[in-house]
């Protein structure tokens, strides 16, 4: 297993789990923006779609398990590899200006991941809590759609879902296109077309998750 280790804890093995984790991370967002747009169908139409994921809850918690190591491996080598290109090029950049191969995105990918990390953490001390743990505040009829709509009545935690979501949409533009690179997919024809879908994703993600918290805010929970 030493091989496993040593192959995984190389610079390339630490591209390739942040790459497997990436793209883990950015199927998660597609199913969770999905199930979270049946908010805007009302509050029977989102409490159905929680009581079928109360329905399969052995599942989702053995799904929870694998997801949560994702994200604690996608941080843990993120901020290793930030640390490690650092320290292997302290002034460089501010000597010779910025590298070609380098945009505001990618500079930045450090930032924007712990903004959104910091914003993950309220969310689920939010959210996550109250759908598991906390329970209903509500009668039934209003019951999680409830607790999502209270939320979202304050305007400091839609300014911070907005702020953060916006810089989850830089994370992801480039997270996107860099890991189908260091999958090796960078065909000089195809390439360009990776980086559109990325950018394109990255919008989806942003705008659809930035809306929800705008519309409660602005028609004041219903
Ligand atoms: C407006 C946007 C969002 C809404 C309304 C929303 C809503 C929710 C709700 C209601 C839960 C609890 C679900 C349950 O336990 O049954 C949840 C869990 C979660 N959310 Fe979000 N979410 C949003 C954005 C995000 C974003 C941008 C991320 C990632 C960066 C994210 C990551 C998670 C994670 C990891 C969980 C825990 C999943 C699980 O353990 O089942 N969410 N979200």
Known sequence: MGWLYESLNSSIGKKFIMAVTGISLILFLIFHLAGNLTLFAGPEAFNGYVEKLEGIK???????????????????????????????????????????????????????????????????????????????????????????ADWFQHLWYVAVYVVAVILLGFHLNHGFQSAFQTFGWNHKKYFPIIEKIGTIYAIVMSVGFASMPIYFYLNGGS
């Open 58 to 148: 052995p599942i989702i918690r053995i799904i929870e398990v694998p997801l949560a190591l994702v994200f604690i491996f996608h941080i843990f080598n993120g901020v290793r590899l930030w640390w490690e290109n650092r320290k292997a090029r302290p002034e460089k950049y501010a000597v010779n200006g910025q590298s070609k191969n380098t945009n505001v995105f990618s500079r930045t990918m450090i930032y924007s991941g712990s903004i959104v990390f910091i914003f993950l953490v309220l969310h689920l001390a939010t959210f996550w809590v109250a759908f598991n743990f906390t329970g209903e505040p509500h009668e039934k009829a209003y019951a999680y759609y409830g607790v999502v």
